[in-house]
């Protein structure tokens, strides 16, 4: 597809593309129960994780592909809007996606992208050219977007942990990550989460959601997960790839907080054509 009419159309769908009430919800609630490779088993498989490289900084990103026949949003394009295909899926292959924008970055060189399974379609790791850190992303099938959430939430709490080998070196990664991102719907419009995602282990982490109203729906799971917000929505946005990395390019050069929203509000200003002040009042940071 191109880019110009992709453009195009974002422009005109993404104020529309997340519903509050009455999202549809076919097949959602109950199609991540039967999975196998779930958070909840993990953080049992986990709970011992092997020691890793703690002078090597990671930084987690889950993406819940986006979805027009599993998630509850005003449909875009199919050819983009087909959560089991990430070659062409919004959030990934297309040109403002995770794998995309990332592999077009002078900042971040690719060094590895696996196929994985049913539930994870696609991970790449990126190292930063400059300084020592790695970037795992992670593009969840969008049918599992319920799964997604869950093991963003337990990353964030230090319930879910792992490790990952990268040319001899093993980094630490989920919650064991210091950033930990999401990207794509907002699925908790249209499900509802029971678990307890209370702080395991006194660690704080840094988290960036870029999702519609991500602040008071994710909010509320995360009060005892002993979480920094950098930046996250409090209205409907366009969850592309251009915001995640500059906020990200401020983490990594030490910004602070607002800094760090300032880079993000920029970026989204530039590539939707709105007010910085807009963008700034869209994507906000810390509890407040």
């Known amino acids: 597809m191109k880019t110009l009419y992709l453009i195009t159309f974002l422009l005109l769908v993404f104020t529309f593309s997340c519903k509050k009430n009455n999202a549809k919800t076919t097949g959602q609630q109950t199609v991540t129960e039967t999975i196998g490779n779930t958070s909840d088993n ?31 949003i005003v449909p875009v394009p199919k050819a983009i809007g087909n959560g089991q295909d990430p070659d062409n899926n919004l959030y990934w292959g297309c040109g403002y996606g995770v794998r995309t924008f990332f592999k077009k970055s002078t900042e971040w060189k690719l060094l590895k992208k696996d196929k994985k399974d049913t539930l994870i379609m696609e991970r790449l790791i990126f190292k930063h050219n400059s ?28 319930k879910l942990k792992d490790t990952l080998n990268v040319n001899g070196t093993t980094l630490g990664i989920a919650g064991n990550s210091k950033l930990i991102t999401y990207t794509g719907h907002d699925g908790l419009m249209d499900f509802t989460l029971y678990n307890d995602y209370t702080n395991t282990d006194g660690k704080k982490r840094d988290v960036i959601i870029l999702a519609c109203y991500s602040k008071s729906y994710f909010g509320k799971h995360l009060k005892k997960a002993n979480v920094n917000p950098l930046v996250w929505t409090t209205g409907l946005m366009c969850p592309e790839t251009y915001t995640l990395h500059d906020a990200i390019t ?28 807009a963008a700034k009042n869209l994507l906000a940071t810390g509890w407040q």
């Open 42 to 72: 993990l953080e049992k498989q986990f709970s011992n994780t092997p020691t890793y490289d703690t002078l090597a900084k990671t930084i987690h990103v889950y993406v819940a592909l986006c979805d027009n026949k599993y998630q509850g």
């Open 131 to 158: 300084k020592n850190y790695y970037l795992i992303a992670d593009a969840y099938n969008g049918k599992y977007i319920k799964q997604c959430t869950k093991d963003f939430l337990n990353s964030s709490a230090g």
């Open 250 to 277: 401020g983490y990594i050069n030490g910004e602070n907080n607002t800094q760090i929203q300032q880079r993000a509000a920029a970026a989204y200003s530039k590539y939707q054509k709105c007010s910085e002040k």
